[in-house]
């Protein structure tokens, strides 16, 4: 079942077109990712879920129902980029107002998302002596109130020092193994890669590319092999039957294979010095999508 | 919703509120003891045109009598106004007039300008996406918090007017202690009604003004404007604060003001209550479609 299902999903504001046809389907029980640079509409398209913006064209479902339906609103946790509170109230206070303003009634849920958020502390405390990290955490507590089977988080780790980090993503996966699905949109592209079940890349409001984060990209696993000097012509013809750069005397070949590339070189008489597959991250997906994106673009508007 | 008020009213809380609260509360006060000082001063020294200063004609001592008279008059109707049954249409007064809307200015700013201010409008509205809730409770508890500092208000001149009174000097107020208490109570009413149009202006101007300076000003703006509105001959009776003049019933004031009203508005304007009733309620409802059209637009701070 889909939690969250765009179709067509496009916002204008006067002539500049934020979200264009986004399509999008996120699948319940997932971490998903939503990635893009900046100005790509990522948060846009996070305030049309949430029913703070209403769509030019196409059609939003969340958890079933069409919006704008403020039932389905009111069912999804969120975190819109910098977390906001009251800063005359103290932290506890906030997340009471929170849950008030959403129907809770029970006085123990405040208490439970303090703890796992780690502020139990300090929840005594006005929010306006909070560092940004605690502010941070405090707007992933609010967000876990109710026990909302989606959550949508924008940068939910801004801020947070690496232990922070370490135990939001914890948190994600506590989540995501309770049954709720987690919308995350993160500028930091290694905890992404190491939380997310699937990844949608979004460029000048478009999606461009959407999968598993090690299928992104036309960038696939690659060999790097190492060969004598000697040897770089023979290699160079043995290896031209994949694409292949040299780069500070070693080949890189698009191929996913060590075995495959090592078998060639042999058959060729060629020894190699090194073989190494190189497992390609996220963020050089990322940049590559982006990147080729943008020329496109270029190329679309010249 | 019941829920969602009780959320707005948590977040009332605040020094703000208080502060407003306060400020009003001291204001009553100052008038009071301003008032009531400036009478004592007029039965201590009635003005005596300065032909009579050194005159025993019998004109002059007519007049001067009619000066004695007249201050004492001043003085006793300040004396019963400050006594617990009569004080009620002071504290109506002040704040169904320009103290009273200072105050709903003051708390809307904060209270719903804020919202935008703080960016805390998107959790707001994230939580409970049905905005005419949002908007009924926003209304609902600029209206109280108004409603609660006029029952401060009250309190506080209920036991301290009296004592003012007493401590300048003022002749002792020949009427019961509490008469009068009745007609208090129907302009504390009243004022209420009044309290709610102000609130409804004010969150009408939150949707339109989205921050708290912003909202401050363009509800100030609003009422100012229709006070001079109502000081045109041609116009002012088709002004709202024409019809709170109305429905108030303001008078002229004597040492002790009991509104900062009607002098705004232009004599031959006056309508009935019911006129006035009227028109309060129908500038209530444009007040709630205007901030319903409004606030049904994107919401991207």
Redesign the interface.
């Known amino acids: 079942m889909n939690v969250i299902s765009c179709a067509s999903l496009t916002k204008r504001f006067g002539s500049t077109v934020a979200v264009d046809g986004l399509d999008l389907e996120v699948a319940a029980g997932q971490v998903y990712g939503f990635l893009g640079p900046n100005g790509a509409g990522k948060t846009t398209t996070i305030?049309m879920l949430?029913?703070?913006?209403?769509p030019t064209e196409g059609r939003i479902e969340l958890l079933g129902r069409r919006l704008?339906?403020?039932?389905a609103?009111?069912r999804?946790g969120?975190m819109?980029e910098?977390?906001?509170?009251?800063?005359?109230?103290t932290g506890r206070?906030n997340l009471?107002?929170?849950a008030?303003?959403?129907?809770?009634?029970d006085p123990a849920e405040v208490g439970r998302v303090l703890g796992l958020a780690g502020l139990t502390d300090v929840a005594a405390r006005k929010v306006n002596a909070y560092s940004q990290g605690m502010r941070q955490r405090l707007g992933i507590a609010?967000a876990m109130l109710g026990r909302p089977p989606l959550l949508i988080l924008d940068e939910p780790t801004n801020g947070l020092d690496p232990s922070g980090i370490r135990e939001i993503r914890g948190l994600l996966g506590d989540l995501t193994a309770d049954g709720s699905t987690v919308f995350l949109s993160s500028h930091l592209l290694a905890e992404v890669e190491q939380v997310c079940d699937r990844v949608a890349v979004v460029v000048r409001g478009r999606l461009v590319d959407e999968g598993a984060p090690a299928t992104l990209g036309a960038i696939r696993r690659r060999v790097k092999v190492g060969v004598d000097p000697a040897d770089a012509g023979a290699a160079r013809r043995l290896l031209s039957r994949w694409p292949v750069q040299e780069m500070n005397g070693e080949f890189l070949v698009e191929h996913d294979n060590g075995r495959d590339v090592n078998g060639v070189l042999a058959a060729g008489g060629v020894i190699a010095e090194r073989v190494t597959v190189e497992q390609p991250r996220l963020e050089d997906r990322f940049l590559e999508i982006t990147t080729r994106e943008d020329a496109h673009a270029v190329i679309a508007e010249s | 919703m019941l829920?969602?008020l009780?959320?707005e009213l948590?977040?009332l809380?605040?020094?703000l509120v208080w502060g407003s609260g306060l400020a009003i509360s001291g204001f009553c006060l100052l008038i009071t003891s301003g008032g009531a000082n400036n009478a004592r001063s007029a039965l201590a020294s009635p003005k005596i045109p300065s032909v009579c200063d050194a005159s025993v004609t019998a004109q002059c001592r007519h007049v001067i009598a009619a000066a004695h008279a007249s201050a004492r008059a001043a003085a006793l109707a300040t004396s019963s106004l400050a006594q617990p049954g009569e004080i009620g249409h002071v504290v109506a007064g002040m704040l169904a007039s320009v103290p009273g809307l200072l105050l709903i200015v003051l708390i809307a700013g904060g209270h719903w300008g804020g919202e935008w201010g703080?960016?805390?409008i998107?959790?707001?509205?994230?939580?409970?996406?049905?905005r005419s809730r949002v908007l009924t409770a926003k209304w609902l508890t600029i209206w109280s918090a108004g409603v609660a500092t006029m029952l401060c208000c009250w309190l506080v001149l209920l036991i301290a007017a009296p004592l003012i009174a007493a401590s300048v000097g003022l002749p002792s107020a020949h009427a019961a202690l509490w008469a009068g208490l009745a007609s208090s109570v129907s302009a504390i009413g009243r004022a209420v009604l009044v309290l709610g149009l102000f609130a409804a202006v004010a969150t009408a101007a939150g949707t339109i003004a989205r921050g708290q300076l912003a909202t401050t000003a363009i509800t100030a703006g609003a009422m100012l404007l229709a006070l001079l509105l109502a000081g045109i001959a041609s116009i002012g009776r088709l002004s709202p604060a024409s019809f709170v003049q109305a429905w108030m019933n303001f008078g002229a004031s004597g040492y002790l003001p009991t509104n900062f009203w009607s002098r705004f508005v232009a004599s031959g304007q006056q309508l009935g209550q019911v006129a006035g009733l009227t028109g309060i309620a129908a500038t209530a409802v444009i007040a709630a479609l205007i901030a319903r059209w409004r606030f049904a637009a994107?919401?991207?701070v």
């Open positions: 305030r949430l029913g703070l913006i209403t704008p339906d403020p039932r609103v009111a999804t969120s819109i910098e977390p906001a509170f009251y800063p005359w109230l206070r009471e107002v929170a008030a303003t959403g129907g809770g009634r609010a | 829920s969602l009780r959320a948590a977040k809380v605040r020094p703080l960016r805390t998107r959790q707001l509205l994230s939580r409970e996406g049905r994107d919401v991207s």
